[in-house]
């Protein structure tokens, strides 16, 4: 039974990351051109496709892929109990749990993208079209903390003030959503 929670976890998982990153690249007016904006696309259309008939997207905000996020963690929780039979389920915390899951992994894939754009920087010669998403997805966190930051002389402190500051909303939300 292990291996099956396993792997129910893990599909349910990165295709809930996938969808995530859709709906931010869409925000973010991300380059869909680009090969791996076209990747997600082309990963998230068959599942975003039913749903964008009857929620239009607003914007630059993807409604139908922000109701699959939400789906997606309710349809493994609501497995996984199922599976391990659990006994009843509460829709409530069902929707709860929903919500706290896209949340949280929104906070995860924004701190791994701050870290691996870090780490780019260093050795990155420019002209790459993955360093090119990774910073039109973080730049508008960054921007923000850039205007209140005084100039360090070359030394770029926004995104280790990012990354306190997701780290420090994860536990926070971690906090909030525990007593549900």
């Known amino acids: 039974m292990n291996a099956l929670n396993f792997l129910i976890q893990i599909c349910f998982d990165l295709l809930l990351m996938v969808v995530v ?8 007016s991300a380059d869909f051109y680009n090969p791996l904006c076209q990747f997600v696309v ?9 749903f964008q008939l009857f929620l239009p997207s607003r914007g630059k905000w993807n409604i139908a892929a922000l109701v699959l996020a939400l789906l997606v963690p309710f349809v493994k929780i609501l497995l996984l109990m199922t599976i391990n039979d659990m006994g009843a389920f509460n829709p409530v915390s069902l929707i709860i749990a929903s919500v706290y899951s896209v949340i949280s992994e929104f906070l ?18 420019g002209n790459n079209p993955a360093e090119y998403i990774l910073y039109q997805l973080t730049e ?15 030394l770029d402190l926004s995104v280790l003030i990012a990354i306190i500051a997701i780290q420090f909303l994860k536990i926070l939300l971690g906090d909030f959503f525990s007593g549900f």
């Open 42 to 50: 082309k990963a998230t259309n068959p599942l975003i496709k039913p």
């Open 140 to 154: 508008p966190f960054l921007r923000p903390i850039r205007n209140i930051l005084p100039p360090m002389g070359g």
């Open 21 to 28: 990153l859709r709906f931010w690249m869409q925000a973010v």
């Open 108 to 125: 995860q894939l924004a701190f791994w993208i701050l870290i691996i754009r870090a780490i780019l920087s260093w050795f990155s010669q």
